[in-house]
């Protein structure tokens, strides 16, 4: 299970490594919430196999741009990613539904669902934990 409070502590940690240094904050959170979903996950072969991981869009499209203004998204980009990677490449943690952790089924573990239920869980994470919110630096 991500345990999503986690990521901004690992991502100083992960930053610091000079392997991912030249990455961009965002893909090093991404890496972070990797890392959550699994402690034990070579983050050297995720960082190779997902370069775009934690940006908004499919790889690196247009939607980057139009939506990175916003740090929900942003924030949702990172949590999205990470977890739709994990489920694909280890079988790890929640998929792209990363709201209801492992409890939701497969059957609606889509990549769209995720968007709506994420974008909604990041706005409450807004309102309802300002201090997680403001100490996730995306």
């Known amino acids: 299970m991500m345990r999503v409070q986690d990521i901004p502590s690992l991502e100083k940690e992960i930053t610091s490594d000079p392997t991912f240094a030249k990455n961009s904050k965002r893909k090093n959170y991404f890496l972070a919430a990797c890392k959550c979903i699994n402690p034990h996950i070579d983050l050297y072969d995720v960082n190779v196999k997902s370069p775009f991981g934690g940006l908004i869009g499919v790889d690196d499209s247009r939607l980057e741009s139009i939506f990175s203004f916003s740090k929900i998204m ?11 990677f994990m489920k694909r490449y280890s079988n790890d ?10 409890h939701s089924p497969e059957l609606l573990n889509t990549c769209f669902l995720g968007h709506i239920t994420g974008v909604f869980y990041c706005c409450f994470l807004k309102v309802g934990d300002r201090n997680f919110f403001k100490s996730f630096d995306v």
């Open 74 to 84: 942003r924030m949702h980009a990172v949590l999205h990613d990470a977890s739709g």
């Open 93 to 102: 943690g929640p998929g792209y539904i990363y709201v209801l952790g492992t």
